[in-house]
């Protein structure tokens, strides 16, 4: 049976690249379009659901008990982000960080469950390509790399080539590359230009996403106010336009999956 059509992994192993704000961007702009999207935070430092607006102390479970027990009830311990009612989480603790051993289907076989009523399902990953990674690319029909165009942010890049493939061959024969989302491109840098002709060689130059995430205070400034870079209205008016555009991209990612 083919599944997980609208579910998308947003990974890298290396830490600090974006992955957190690719995915709370596009959540974001799922919501100011009106659809709704499930964000699954699978990092245990839960930065993502904290931002999100979930207390950890009000918790009825997290994605760990998903991942630890069978049949975990997802109903419960879904919540619904303060950002939007369009906005639902699957919230991350730190006891996600001692599941790092096997069991790499329940997750896909939760949100099998439930991906039906969202638009897309955003699986946000820590930063390591262990067993959580390899649980959100065996739930995702989609990967989304975040790449940082510098000499450092590219290392480490065939290493997350290799676990596609490896999940690809192992578990998951739906799973493709869906895209590469470049972050932290300044306007005019010979090297950044360089690092995504690098890029390009190895992964092929359609599979990197435009427009590219610039460098934007705003970035920050929203993750300490646990707000979306929608609610800064014109003030942040070139994140959103960057982000309304990814998320279209994410849509007809999806389109073409679904037919
Ligand atoms: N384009 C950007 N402009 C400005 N700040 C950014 C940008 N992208 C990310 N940041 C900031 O850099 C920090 C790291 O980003 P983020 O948390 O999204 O990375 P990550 O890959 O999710 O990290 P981790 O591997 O720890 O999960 C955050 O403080 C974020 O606000
Ligand atoms: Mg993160």
Redesign the pocket.
């Known amino acids: 049976m083919v599944s997980m059509l609208r579910t998308l992994a947003i990974l890298?192993q290396?830490?600090?690249?974006?992955?957190?704000?690719?995915t709370l961007g596009l959540a974001s702009a799922a919501a100011d379009a009106n659809r709704r999207v499930l964000v699954v935070d699978l990092?245990p430092?839960a930065?993502t659901t904290w931002v999100l607006g979930i207390d950890p102390a009000g918790l009825e479970g997290s994605v760990a008990d998903v991942l630890s027990t069978k049949n975990a009830p997802l109903s419960r311990i879904v919540q619904r982000s303060s950002w939007s009612d369009y906005i639902d989480v699957l919230p991350s603790t730190s006891a996600v960080q001692e599941l790092e051993s096997g069991r790499s289907k329940r997750l896909r076989r939760a949100l099998t469950a439930v991906e039906s009523d969202y638009e897309a399902v955003l699986i946000?990953c820590?930063?390591s390509l262990g067993n959580l990674t390899r649980s959100a690319l065996t739930a995702s029909r989609h990967a989304i790399v975040?790449v940082e165009p510098s000499a450092l942010g590219l290392r480490g890049i065939g290493g997350v080539a290799d676990l596609i493939d490896d999940v690809w061959d192992a578990t998951n024969p739906d799973l493709e590359l869906a895209g590469v989302v470049l972050?932290?491109v300044p306007a005019v840098s010979r090297e950044a230009e360089r690092r995504i002709d690098e890029l390009a060689r190895i992964v092929g130059r359609e599979a990197i996403w435009s427009p590219a995430?610039?460098?934007?205070?705003v970035?920050?400034q929203a993750?300490g106010e646990r707000r979306s870079i929608h609610s800064f209205g014109s003030r942040a008016a070139e994140p959103i336009a960057v982000f309304d555009s990814l998320w279209r991209k994410v849509r007809g990612t999806i389109r073409s999956a679904t037919g």
Do not use: E, I, L, M
Not at 14 to 22: C, F, H, I, L, S
Not at 213 to 217: A, L, M, S
């Open positions: 890298n290396k830490g600090g690249v974006g992955k957190t704000t690719v990092d430092q930065a946000d820590p930063p975040v972050n932290r995430v610039p460098q934007r205070v970035f920050n993750v």
